[in-house]
């Protein structure tokens, strides 16, 4: 069989414009960048960003994460979480010519397709995958029904069993299930917003990662010191997967 597609989701980096900055504690840029190097020892081909990729959305934050990534060679695909500025996420990463977002993306054997799970105005960041997004899905999902498919978002479909994260989840998420459900070429579903490691099959994978800085805990409201970290999936031709998180040295000391 064919080598197997490697990419590496790393997710909820919340990257501050100054970086020497702290968030709740932690520098999001040291740790950033210690999961960035372990991630380049993997040789993943691609990067998966599942979003809130700023802290507030800062353009000096993602060229900044632009100009980092743009020292590998492997191919970066992004969307948005409810931290980011869309316009200008946008307008950082069509400056590199490697990178794709919100788009599908034919990987060869497998289709990965990247949704956007933001609410405008949301009260509390919650998410919603709007008509226009459902129909996206719906006419990729037919147009390659042999292709098995990676669907990636910020926001989860699904709860993942603690409170408040789980009102956060995306609030449509019935038709989004529904919608999957109709094809059986959707094999993995990949969010990030939790900041905590997840994993759920229940005929489809669905898996969460941990955030590359602040990691959350199931205790109300809570985050632990847990380290940051990242996920890989290596996706083989004949449509199966295999996953799994690591982790990086570094231990944010929370304030
Ligand atoms: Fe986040």
């Not at 353009?59 to 020292?71: F, H, K, M, R, T």
Request: with cysteine; charged share 15%.
């Amino acid at each position: 069989m064919s080598p197997p597609i490697l990419l590496a989701q790393l997710t909820d980096t919340h990257l501050l414009a100054k970086p020497t900055a702290q968030l709740r504690g932690c520098n999001p840029w040291q740790t950033f960048n210690t999961v960035l190097q372990t991630v380049a020892q993997c040789q993943p081909d691609g990067l998966l960003l599942t979003g809130d990729l700023a802290e507030q959305g800062e353009l000096d934050a993602y060229e900044q994460l632009v100009e980092a990534i743009s020292q590998l060679p492997m191919s970066t695909y992004w969307l948005p979480g409810n931290h980011d500025h869309l316009a200008t996420l946008q307008q950082v990463f069509q400056q590199l010519p490697t990178s794709q977002g919100l788009t599908s993306i034919d990987l060869g054997p497998w289709q990965l397709i990247l949704l956007n799970s933001v609410l405008p105005q949301a009260k509390f960041g919650e998410g919603y995958l709007s008509d226009q997004q459902l129909q996206t899905l719906r006419t990729q999902l037919s147009q390659h029904p042999d292709k098995p498919t990676l669907v990636a978002l910020h926001h989860h479909p699904i709860p993942i069993g603690i409170d408040w994260v789980d009102q956060m989840q995306v609030q449509n998420a019935d038709d989004f299930l529904n919608l999957i459900n109709q094809f059986s070429n959707v094999k993995l579903v990949v969010f990030g917003h939790i900041h905590h490691e997840f994993q759920q099959h229940n005929g489809i994978g669905f898996y969460g990662s941990p955030s590359t800085c602040l990691q959350v805990t199931s205790v109300e409201s809570g985050l632990t010191e847990e380290r940051p970290g990242f996920r890989l999936f290596w996706l083989y031709p004949d449509g199966t997967y295999k996953t799994e998180v690591r982790r990086v040295k570094i231990k944010p000391s929370l304030s």
